[in-house]
C-alpha cells in the first residue's frame, strides 16, 4: 500500500468554496452515502506506485457516475498514464492534488474532464459536508500521523481515530505521509473514504487533526442524464448556474 500524495501547493487563482457558500443555502443532511451504489473499488496501482491523487480522481469517476446511472471505471492503464505524466514513471515520485485537479480540468482522465473545483478552508466540517453532498464526493488530502501507517497496522478493519493525547508527539501530522483519498460517505460520528482498494472510516476527529487540503469538485457526471438532475437534486441548468456562480464565468 503505497502513499504519494505531495505536500499541498497552493495557487492565489483557486477558487475558494467557502465565498460561494456563504449564499443562502440549506444546511447538509447529517447522513449521507453515495458508496452504497458502488460495487467495487479497483486499487488502480496505488498498491505499487505513489499515485493515490490519481486513483483518488478515478474512484470519484466511479462514484459519480455509479450514483446516476452511466457508471464506468477507469481503467488501471489509464490511472497510471496520468500518474506518469508527473511523475515520469517513477513509482515513489508522488504527485501534489492541485496539479491532478488542473490536469483533470484541462485535459481530463481518460476522456472525462470536471467543469471546476475549490478549495475548502481546513477542518471545516459544514464545507466537507457542503461538498460531498451537493457535488458528489470530497477530494481530500491528508498529512497521516506514523501510527496509521505502521508496518503490520491494520489499515481497514478499524477507523483511524485521534488517539487520546490528541495529534502531537508520536501522533502529530507527518508531511511526509501525504494520501489523498475520496469522501464518500459521511453520518454524525464518521467520515468514509476510498483508499487501497476499499471504504475506510475515520472520525470527523480524525479528519480535523490531519486534513491538510481538500476540494470541491464540479462534474457533469454527477449529472443523472435520463433525470436531468443530481442525486442531490441538482439539475444540470442549477449545476451551470452554481459553476457561474463558483468560477465567475
Keep these: 500500500m503505497k502513499l504519494g500524495k505531495l505536500p499541498p501547493r497552493f495557487d492565489p487563482r483557486t477558487l475558494r468554496l467557502g465565498a460561494y457558500l ?10 449521507v452515502d453515495y ?4 460495487r467495487s473499488w479497483p486499487m488502480m496501482g496505488n498498491d505499487r506506485y505513489g499515485d493515490c491523487t490519481c486513483a483518488a480522481a478515478g474512484h ?16 488501471e492503464t ?3 498514464a496520468v500518474y506518469d505524466h508527473f511523475s515520469g514513471g517513477d513509482p515513489d515520485r508522488g504527485v501534489a492534488m492541485l496539479d491532478v485537479l488542473k490536469f483533470w480540468r484541462a485535459t481530463g482522465i481518460g476522456g472525462d474532464r470536471i467543469h471546476a473545483f475549490a478549495q475548502l478552508e481546513p477542518a471545516n466540517v459544514s464545507e466537507a459536508m457542503d461538498a460531498t453532498y451537493l457535488f458528489g464526493n470530497c477530494y481530500v488530502g491528508l498529512a497521516l500521523p506514523d501510527f496509521a501507517v505502521a508496518p ?15 495529534p502531537t508527539g508520536a501522533a502529530a501530522p507527518n508531511p511526509a505521509n501525504g494520501h489523498c483519498v475520496p469522501l464518500v460517505a459521511y453520518d454524525p460520528r464518521n467520515v468514509w473514504v476510498v483508499t487501497w482498494g476499499a471504504l475506510k472510516p475515520m472520525t470527523w476527529q480524525f479528519y480535523r487533526a490531519y486534513m491538510d487540503e481538500a476540494y470541491a469538485v464540479l462534474s457533469s457526471d454527477w ?8 442525486p442531490s437534486g441538482l439539475n444540470l441548468a442549477g449545476l451551470e448556474k452554481d459553476l457561474a ?3 465567475g464565468e
Excluded: C, H, Y
Aim: aromatic share 6%.
Design 245 to 247: 456562480a463558483v468560477t
Design 60 to 75: 470519484m469517476i466511479e462514484e459519480w457516475t455509479a450514483n446516476t446511472g452511466k457508471a464506468k471505471t477507469p481503467s
Design 78 to 80: 489509464t490511472i497510471l
Design 35 to 38: 458508496a452504497a451504489a458502488v
Design 152 to 166: 503490520g497496522s491494520d489499515f481497514l478493519a478499524t477507523p483511524w481515530s485521534v488517539p487520546p493525547q490528541g
Design 22 to 31: 456563504e449564499r443562502d443555502l440549506a444546511p447538509p443532511p447529517t447522513s
Design 223 to 230: 449529472i443523472n442524464a435520463k433525470l436531468g438532475r443530481s
